[in-house]
């Protein structure tokens, strides 16, 4: 509802009185139009609670809350599903956590209608995680992650270059999938403890981002690993390990035809020299979204197994 709502109520109660009508269309025309919605209404409420608070005690917070808003075909009841619970506000703590860098536990408060509209809040106060302002305030790690998740937000409804942000698509990735599972528009509002208030959506639009993010493409090398085999599977795996460090790394290298791991008859301790595909699937922002080691020979250098008979 419109934070005019008021004033259309205060002109029906005149309506029967000409005089008094005539004197609050003057006085509201004096104030002008407020076209400000109900959450930015609270918004200044906060804002004025903090400022008469610290007329007596300078160093007072407020207590942070979040507002999810889900919207869609199924929400006019403004009842929340247990399947959306599971699949969107679990994913979103860790989102908003990831966002942070520090581990953000929210828990709810209560349950709006007129859509679906979830109040939550930091479980307990979160450690300070960003520098100090002017005034000596340290945003919380809730509020850092949404300054952080809300950027990211409006990227993607807008379209617009998010590598800035990209350890942070797979878990928006889990989100967006939930989302159109059940139809949904996600909506955020955060009001921090000094009284301000950010908000982000994460709409249909936002979503079509998300999933162009998801295209992949190959991107293959041919290269030679050597190394000691540690593990052997009769399906065609071979785990190879360089170097005899604890920490080296392993490659596992796949067999297209598990009979020519079969003829070659490796055992385990073996040192060799493979000549395999790297093959890298890379999303749109460069990331690698999944890697894997395929065998095309022996490398030049390979000596022979020895056969076991």
């Not at 300070?128 to 005034?135: E, H, K, V």
């Not at 982000?200 to 998801?214: K, M, N, Q, S, Y």
């Amino acid at each position: 509802m419109s934070g005019d709502g008021w004033r259309e109520r205060r002109r029906a109660l005149l309506g029967e009185d000409p005089a008094g009508q005539e004197k609050a269309a003057r006085l509201l025309r004096e104030l002008g139009v407020e076209d400000r919605d109900d959450e930015k209404v609270e918004a200044g409420h906060r804002a004025g609670r903090l400022a008469a608070a610290r007329e007596y005690a300078p160093d007072a917070v407020l207590d942070e809350e979040l507002l999810v808003r889900l919207t869609g075909p199924d929400t006019e009841a403004g009842a929340l599903r247990f399947q959306w619970g599971d699949a969107l506000l679990s994913p979103l703590e860790a989102t908003i956590s990831a966002a942070a860098g520090a581990p953000v536990q929210l828990e709810l408060t209560g349950i709006s209608t007129g859509s679906t509209v979830v109040h939550a809040r930091p479980v307990t106060p979160t450690a300070p995680s960003g520098p100090a302002t002017l005034d000596g305030f340290v945003a919380s790690a809730a509020t850092a992650g949404m300054s952080t998740l809300s950027a990211l937000l409006a990227a993607l409804e807008d379209g617009t270059d998010v590598r800035e942000w990209a350890r942070l698509l797979d878990s928006v990735d889990v989100l967006s999938r939930a989302l159109d599972k059940y139809r949904l528009d996600l909506g955020l509002t955060w009001y921090d403890a000094e009284g301000g208030m950010r908000r982000a959506r994460l709409t249909a639009r936002g979503r079509r981002h998300v999933d162009r993010l998801r295209d992949t493409r190959d991107v293959d090398q041919d290269i030679t690993i050597s190394g000691r085999i540690t593990e052997l599977r009769e399906s065609g795996w071979v785990k190879v390990k360089a170097g005899t460090a604890k920490n080296a790394h392993a490659y596992d290298v796949r067999f297209e035809d598990p009979e020519e791991l079969l003829r070659l008859r490796p055992g385990l301790g073996d040192h060799v020299h493979f000549r395999v595909r790297f093959r890298q699937r890379l999303d749109t922002l460069g990331v690698a979204r999944s890697t894997e080691f395929t065998y095309l020979g022996p490398a030049a250098e390979q000596t022979a197994l020895p056969l076991r008979g």
